[in-house]
């Protein structure tokens, strides 16, 4: 499996204070993989700490649910192979 074609989708509702960790952990170990973090209206600064971490971030105006942030995440997401995880 080429890892161009890997995308991981985290959706993600105030997890400011987990996110940035979980994207370095992801970028560390698998170098190169898409990170797509879809913030789903937070108000903790998730999406901020997401960017910094290195993600791919889209972002909900407001808080519309898991599975509108799964949905925008396939849609989003380049790779062939999707892995979702949760923020």
């Not at 996110?19 to 970028?27: A, D």
């Not at 170098?31 to 700490?49: H, R, W, Y």
């Not at 849609?75 to 999707?82: D, E, P, T, W």
């Amino acid at each position: 499996m080429n890892k161009d074609n890997v995308s991981v989708i985290i959706p993600a509702y105030n997890e400011a204070n987990v996110i940035g960790k979980i994207v370095e952990t992801i970028k560390d170990l698998y170098p190169g993989i898409e990170i797509v973090v879809v913030n789903d209206g937070s108000s903790d600064g998730t999406e901020i700490a997401a960017a910094e971490a290195g993600a791919v971030v889209y972002n909900h105006p407001y808080s519309i649910g898991n599975g509108a942030a799964i949905k925008t995440g396939i849609r989003k997401a380049k790779g062939a192979v999707l892995v979702f995880m949760d923020g």
